[in-house]
């Protein structure tokens, strides 16, 4: 039992006195600061969702097909390869049984949906403008990015990190102290930023019975956003 007793003590006296010497150790001198960065770039990868759908011309009725060569060809004309036009989607009233609908009902009107890659819109219009305008239900940008958008992620996170280090060397030179490298780094998630359709531009694409109407011009640049908090020691 005294022997129990005598090897409390020692570990209680070990104890206290590394808390002592815990407690005598000075204080980290630091600086804890912010910094951000934002940049902005144009897109070079956007998503044009163009739907057609069948009309009548008056007593004949314009098919699918025609209409399919019709874009197809601009796109073609507009020196777009054949793989960035695909097929999105394929509906018409009967959801569940079109195709044989219109088969069996001559005045049934399909409709398709093509989603057209593009590097910008300069050529949208010319594109448009191929395709019988009444067989054009709607033109929406789905989504819009950036091929390398990773590396101006990238970029635009060394950027904040280099202006949180600027703002603690200001700082402490107003007091005549410097930074001793760094103690800590913490990335604050600030990137909005998504490859998802903005309505304000899909409304400029929308159905119209002169495809130049279209304002491709109206496109706003990304905007990249990152900020950081940064730990520096100071000497």
Known sequence: MKKVMFLLAGLFVASLSQAQQTDNKPPVKKIEVTGSAEIEITPDEIYLD???????????????NT???????AVKEAG????????????GTNYDNWWSKKKKDPDF???????LKLSNLDKVNDILGAVDAEGI??????????SKMEDYRKQVKTKALQAAKAKATYMLEAIGNTIDGVLEVQEINTDNYSDVPPAVFANSFARSANAESADASSF?????RAEVRAVFFIK
């Open 50 to 64: 163009i739907a057609l759908r069948e009309f009548k011309n008056k007593t004949t009725k314009v098919e699918m």
């Open 80 to 91: 777009i390869p054949a793989s960035d036009l695909t097929i999105a989607n394929v509906f």
């Open 137 to 146: 239900e709607s033109v929406n940008i789905s989504s819009y990015t950036h």
């Open 109 to 115: 009107m399909a409709r398709k949906q093509y989603r």
């Open 220 to 224: 706003k640049k990304i905007k990249v």
């Open 67 to 73: 209409l399919e060569v019709q874009l197809q060809k």
